[in-house]
């Protein structure tokens, strides 16, 4: 019997955090261009649902590799100042109490509930389109807009899959289309505005619109979700009673973000032949690289050819517990980073603070788990008895 040929993956996967690191700091020879490109093929019937809304992601912010890229992040870097960002602190720990209030309301009525939903879901979506003058509304929609797109471009979807995806992502950029509309000629400040003056046309509003609605706000939720799961679990550094104070939730939530963020692997491409830590890579290689732990698995590393044939690394994994690379780092690095961490820590104090006596009732939940995000689904809780 014929032996297979041995697993490869599409990408040079980079995990030595200096490597990393230098790999970020070189966008002219490692171009993110890729980085919101899908990672499964889009498949026929999914590609004409998208073309029949004239679904188009032009370059703008993430995956811009032209010299426009410094002019439009200073336009939206404007709304994310650490003064800004300070500010909101009231704004996130109203919400945070609003929402352990509904959870403790819920937990009256019903044996468990999950903290996914009744805590971490929404208040990231409120501050991010308070943050950028946006309406509030269609919260919901624009939760599931987000996981479903999520999956879309870093999933591996069947074509049956993609097709329910495409109609989801469809319905959402004519949603956004609408919001730009209304925003450019709205009164007061916002960002489509800002950026209209200077000179965005409408698909570069409704691209960069497109990600910074699901990475403002879905990934902070999902860093909230895996810490409090993390608390209750019982394997955060700190207890679930530390975590009600300032320093206890930092703590925790920076443990998170160094072993297991939400975002732990970001992609580049070689735009030309270029030497990595000594090596050749080829024009065209697609990297993968690890920011942050993550937990490798079939789903979450496709195995496929790789360009020029190079193979996954193999040997013992060694997460990297550089939490300065969470985010990024040079050029690129994500704007809202301050924000998110704030978001999360005043979430996950208020929330222990509030709620002392939750015991976690499902400890092996289903996980988000693609190329670049990962989460627990749901966080289940019930109240210990007193």
């Given at each position: 019997?014929?032996?297979?040929?041995?697993?490869?993956?599409?990408?040079?996967?980079?995990?030595?955090?200096?490597?990393?690191?230098?790999?970020?700091?070189?966008?002219?020879?490692?171009?993110?261009?890729?980085?919101?490109?899908?990672?499964?093929?889009?498949?026929?019937?999914?590609?004409?649902?998208?073309?029949?809304?004239?679904?188009?992601?032009?370059?703008?912010?993430?995956?811009?590799?032209?010299?426009?890229?410094?002019?439009?992040?200073?336009?939206?870097?404007?709304?994310?100042?650490?003064?800004?960002?300070?500010?909101?602190?009231?704004?996130?720990?109203?919400?945070?109490?609003?929402?352990?209030?509904?959870?403790?309301?819920?937990?009256?009525?019903?044996?468990?509930?999950?903290?996914?939903?009744?805590?971490?879901?929404?208040?990231?979506?409120?501050?991010?389109?308070?943050?950028?003058?946006?309406?509030?509304?269609?919260?919901?929609?624009?939760?599931?807009?987000?996981?479903?797109?999520?999956?879309?471009?870093?999933?591996?979807?069947?074509?049956?899959?993609?097709?329910?995806?495409?109609?989801?992502?469809?319905?959402?950029?004519?949603?956004?289309?609408?919001?730009?509309?209304?925003?450019?000629?709205?009164?007061?400040?916002?960002?489509?505005?800002?950026?209209?003056?200077?000179?965005?046309?409408?698909?570069?509003?409704?691209?960069?619109?497109?990600?910074?609605?699901?990475?403002?706000?879905?990934?902070?939720?999902?860093?909230?979700?895996?810490?409090?799961?993390?608390?209750?679990?019982?394997?955060?550094?700190?207890?679930?009673?530390?975590?009600?104070?300032?320093?206890?939730?930092?703590?925790?939530?920076?443990?998170?973000?160094?072993?297991?963020?939400?975002?732990?692997?970001?992609?580049?491409?070689?735009?030309?032949?270029?030497?990595?830590?000594?090596?050749l890579i080829p024009a065209g290689t697609e990297i993968l690289l690890?920011?942050?732990?993550?937990?490798?698995?079939?789903?979450?590393?496709?195995?496929?050819?790789?360009?020029?044939?190079?193979?996954?690394?193999?040997?013992?994994?060694?997460?990297?517990?550089?939490?300065?690379?969470?985010?990024?780092?040079?050029?690129?690095?994500?704007?809202?980073a301050k924000l998110a961490e704030l978001e999360a820590a005043v979430m996950v104090?208020?929330?222990?603070?509030?709620?002392?006596?939750?015991?976690?009732?499902?400890?092996?939940?289903?996980?988000?788990?693609?190329?670049?995000?990962?989460?627990?689904?749901?966080?289940?809780?019930?109240?210990?008895?007193?």
């Open positions: 019997m014929e032996t297979p040929a041995p697993a490869r993956c599409p990408y040079l996967v980079v995990r030595d955090p200096a490597a990393v690191r230098d790999v970020l700091h070189r966008p002219a020879e490692f171009s993110p261009a890729n980085a919101l490109v899908a990672v499964t093929s889009l498949a026929g019937p999914a590609l004409r649902v998208l073309q029949r809304v004239r679904f188009a992601l032009p370059p703008v912010l993430a995956s811009n590799d032209t010299d426009t890229h410094a002019g439009i992040r200073k336009v939206v870097a404007g709304y994310f100042t650490p003064a800004t960002v300070a500010a909101l602190e009231p704004r996130i720990r109203q919400l945070a109490r609003e929402a352990a209030a509904r959870t403790a309301a819920q937990l009256d009525r019903s044996p468990a509930v999950d903290l996914v939903q009744t805590v971490a879901a929404f208040p990231p979506a409120v501050i991010m389109l308070e943050l950028l003058g946006l309406p509030v509304r269609d919260l919901a929609a624009l939760k599931q807009w987000g996981l479903d797109s999520m999956e879309l471009f870093w999933g591996w979807p069947d074509e049956t899959r993609q097709l329910e995806l495409a109609h989801s992502a469809a319905g959402f950029y004519l949603w956004l289309r609408r919001l730009v509309a209304d925003s450019v000629t709205a009164p007061g400040r916002n960002l489509f505005k800002s950026l209209a003056d200077h000179g965005l046309s409408t698909p570069e509003l409704c691209s960069l619109g497109y990600f910074l609605l699901i990475a403002g706000q879905e990934t902070t939720t999902q860093l909230i979700s895996t810490t409090l799961f993390r608390l209750l679990q019982g394997s955060a550094p700190v207890d679930w009673e530390d975590a009600a104070s300032p320093a206890g939730a930092r703590a925790t939530v920076r443990h998170v973000l160094a072993t297991e963020s939400s975002v732990p692997t970001w992609r580049r491409v070689a735009a030309q032949d270029t030497a990595l830590g000594g090596k690890e920011l942050t732990g993550n937990h490798e698995t079939p789903e979450v590393l496709p195995m496929q050819a790789a360009p020029g044939g190079m193979p996954l690394q193999t040997g013992p994994r060694t997460p990297s517990t550089a939490y300065g690379l969470v985010f990024g780092s040079g050029i690129h690095r994500c704007i809202g104090q208020e929330t222990a603070a509030a709620l002392p006596h939750l015991q976690l009732q499902d400890r092996e939940p289903e996980w988000i788990r693609l190329l670049s995000f990962q989460a627990p689904r749901t966080v289940t809780v019930r109240n210990t008895p007193c």
